[in-house]
């Protein structure tokens, strides 16, 4: 069984910075990609930002340049660091990935359980 956990979710002035982590754990193969999602109250979800086990990055345009996703992939852990952060960012954030449980099988997409960040002063 797969589980992603994140931590580091909260509460936050605008221009403050917070530091996501999720860890995976379980048994498996291969993580692909790790990345983050969100979702804000009344909208859909969206991409914030991915990491290639090979430390391809890929951004959304609203974020790039204030966010940064990093990994670690002995710890089969991702990071997104927030800085600058704005009342739009306010939603709840969600760890993806997508992995590979066995060498000849394709990679399958993963959730974690979500972490509240509030940007308000």
């Known amino acids: 069984q797969v589980q992603l956990v994140e931590s580091g979710g909260g509460l936050v002035q605008p221009g403050g910075s917070l530091r996501l982590s999720c860890a995976a754990s379980g048994s498996f193969f291969r993580i692909n990609t790790m990345g983050w999602y969100r979702q804000a109250p009344g909208k859909q979800r969206e991409l914030v930002a991915t990491?290639?086990?090979?430390?391809?990055?890929n951004y959304a345009d609203s974020v790039k340049g204030r966010f940064t996703v990093s990994g670690e992939n002995a710890k089969n852990t991702v990071y997104l660091q927030m800085n600058s952060l704005k009342p739009e960012d306010t939603a709840v954030y969600s760890c993806y990935a997508e992995i590979k449980l066995y060498p000849l099988q394709p990679p399958l997409p993963y959730w974690g359980q979500g972490t509240q960040v509030t940007v308000s002063s």
């Open positions: 990491i290639t086990s090979g430390g391809r990055t």
